[in-house]
């Protein structure tokens, strides 16, 4: 009989996404219950059975429907929701979202800051309006850009390299695509249904120059975003949807060109892989 592991903390409701907000001392959940729940390390040692005690420490209960992400840079989170809207938050003053974004039309799945160090510019991923990019320091239209996909395909998962101002974007056809937020009106390459089934989770390397992409076929494929725009097929073996994708450093100095993936999915795994 396998032992049992208490949770680290015990939450009413499903978990869509987690993210630190200051390293190693907070965090912000987006939850099916409509919240953001911010929660905090207790104790600096383990409670025996390897987990470190959470605190929660306050709800964000702006959104009306599920929380579908959220991200964090600084001081500042950014969540979105199955309600339409994108919010970003101010850790200092969390009694009220600072800027509100609001697509109208459907599910927002997936935001992001465009930027490492503004929370002013955010991007988002929707069900019926393609890629957004808002600017809240716009006093009238704060939507940009809209960057419309192949036929008007849903948008599922976006990553953002803030240092060449790279947006990789997943649809629900199996398409990868990317822009490039300075020049948006065409797409700089797209790997037409790359995929046999949605793209639920889109991750840049630390160089951003590859994109991981991890879809409901099961499968993740590595993308060369140079010039080169190769996609070559992880073994993973994946046995369902895989819905979470993490670039991990190299563990030691012998292999710094070494490039490892972390993969889950709703098989119940967790995968590392070797590049």
Do not use: K, Q
């Given at each position: 009989m396998e032992p049992e592991i208490a949770p680290a903390y015990a939450l009413p409701c499903g978990v869509s996404e987690v993210t630190w907000v200051t390293p190693n001392k907070t965090l912000a959940v987006a939850a099916d219950d409509s919240n953001v729940h911010i929660l905090s390390l207790g104790s600096a040692e383990d409670?025996?059975?390897?987990?470190?005690?959470?605190?929660?420490?306050?709800v964000l209960s702006d959104h009306s429907n599920i929380v579908t992400s959220v991200s964090s840079i600084r001081s500042h989170v950014v969540s979105s929701s199955f309600d339409g809207n994108a919010k970003v938050w101010a850790t200092k003053d969390l009694e009220a979202p600072m800027t509100t974004f609001n697509v109208s039309d459907g599910i927002v799945w997936e935001a992001k800051f465009m930027e490492?160090?503004?929370e002013k510019i955010v991007t988002?991923?929707?069900q019926n309006c393609g890629l957004q990019i808002w600017d809240s320091r716009q006093s009238v239209d704060r939507c940009c850009s809209i960057l419309q996909v192949e036929n008007d395909i849903a948008c599922l998962s976006i990553d953002v390299f803030s240092e060449t101002k790279l947006i990789a974007c997943g649809t629900e056809n199996g398409s990868l695509v990317s822009f490039d937020s300075r020049n948006p009106s065409e797409p700089i390459f797209m790997k037409h249904k790359l995929h046999s089934g949605p793209i639920h989770t889109v991750r840049f390397n630390s160089l951003g120059t590859k994109v991981a992409s991890g879809a409901d076929d099961t499968k993740i494929f590595i993308t060369d975003v140079t010039d080169q725009q190769e996609s070559k097929m992880v073994e993973s073996e994946h046995k369902d949807y895989v819905r979470g994708l993490s670039w991990k450093p190299s563990p030691s100095q012998a292999e710094t060109k070494a490039e490892y993936i972390l993969s889950g999915s709703w098989d119940k795994t967790l995968k590392i892989h070797k590049l």
């Open positions: 409670d025996g059975n390897g987990l470190l005690e959470l605190n929660l420490e306050t490492s160090g503004n988002s991923a929707s």
